[in-house]
């Protein structure tokens, strides 16, 4: 039944410059149509289409059906509980609802931790990223704040090619009325202007210096790591640095190309990263850090446990609320990237960090007559969050487990 799907060639999403030879020949129409003032709906469906399926053809067509089966699933859960909103409120229809919109996602991320590394059958690429948008229109929802939308707006929205597979995370208000409002001519050659830009810095991000990093520092590096023996030596130290660039390098790649993709079909996706290296504290470092992840677990988790804690008077003190909730709100992101040891420890070590970060920044508007404020200490505030949050990627990489074993 699938042979169609199986015969079609894998492409991935901006995996090489083939990708993107397609991509942009087929959005030339979509081009000239919005710099004379009209969006072509249809036409824009079907690109969306064609390189959707062509992302799942071949060996991934299972995670295709996945991918059918999860929409069917989220639509059932999205318009029955905004139908239910419309007549009445209950905290616990929405928890409900909540719990089975992010029910087949925390499946896929446990089935490898009981099943000995087997992955799901219904999991598939982007699947994080289509449940951080279907959970932000259920909790607009009970906010009032989303009153109506139509099968077609919400296909749209959850299934925006650029973004599909890496993000960044959008909003279904903000996004939809970008869809309905064309940008004037103006604004819309500023927008093609900035794409470009974001094509020709993503290419540097991913295809060459996150090559480099990836393919032609980090084996070598681990390589006398693990030679060396022991759990701090310094080729892991180099090894901290190389993945972390890396990791920077190759996700902002990835995320400039969706967004120079979603601009030029007329959509101002929100900007991933912002100088994150720059950061002069781990709160900064998160405000420019996977921006649209941050921020979605800041309104849609944070300052809701916050919320929660306050009103139920759970401790009495505002500041041990928030730094409880900051390591609570840490820990979730933590087992949303797995369910293994470093990826919980990356998010309690940020939790913990972000609890400092709170005391210290409190400290220093009480001292801030004691305390030196010049280019100096700005530096050096950049050169400590820098490394902590290296250290906090060493973490995340699990090479320290592979350390372990190896030498264990």
Known sequence: MMDWLQALPNLQPYGDPQYFVYLIILLVPIVIAILFGKRLKWYESLISLIFIVLMFAGDRWQQFIALCG????????????????????????????????????????????????????IGFLGISYLMFRSVGMLME????????????QFLRFMLFMPTISSGPIDRFRRFTTDYEQLPDRAK????????????????????????????????????????????INLPT?????????????????????????????????????NKPFLAKNLKDFWNRWHMSLSFWFRDFVFMRLVMVFMRHKVFKNRNVTSGVVYVLNMTIMGFWHGVTWYYI????????????????????RRHKDQIPHNKFTEVFAIFITFNVVMF?????????????????
């Open 70 to 121: 999860y929409m069917i699933w989220q639509l059932i859960v999205v318009f029955s509980y905004a139908s239910y909103r419309k007549k009445a409120d209950n905290k616990w229809i929405f928890y409900g609802a909540v719990f089975l919109d992010i029910l087949p996602l925390t499946i896929v991320k446990l089935t490898p931790a009981l099943t000995m590394g087997k992955n799901s059958m």
């Open 141 to 152: 929802t009970r906010d009032g704040v989303l009153k109506e939308f139509t099968l077609s």
């Open 188 to 231: 819309y050659l500023n927008m093609l202007e900035r794409a470009v830009h974001y094509l020709f810095l993503g290419f540097l991000y991913k295809f060459i210096l996150a090559y480099v990093f990836a393919s032609l520092l980090l084996p070598n590096i681990k390589h006398m790591a693990l030679a060396e023996g022991g759990l």
């Open 237 to 273: 130290i180099g090894v901290m640095y190389v993945y972390g660039l890396d990791l920077f390098f190759d996700f902002a790649g990835y995320s400039l190309f969706a967004i120079a993709i979603s601009y030029i079909m007329g959509i101002e996706t929100p900007i991933n990263f």
């Open 345 to 364: 420890s990356y998010g309690i070590f940020h939790g913990l960090g972000l609890v400092i970060n709170d005391w210290w920044l409190r400290y220093k």
């Open 392 to 408: 906090s990627f060493l973490l995340f990489s699990g090479f320290l487990d592979q350390l372990w074993f190896h030498n264990y």
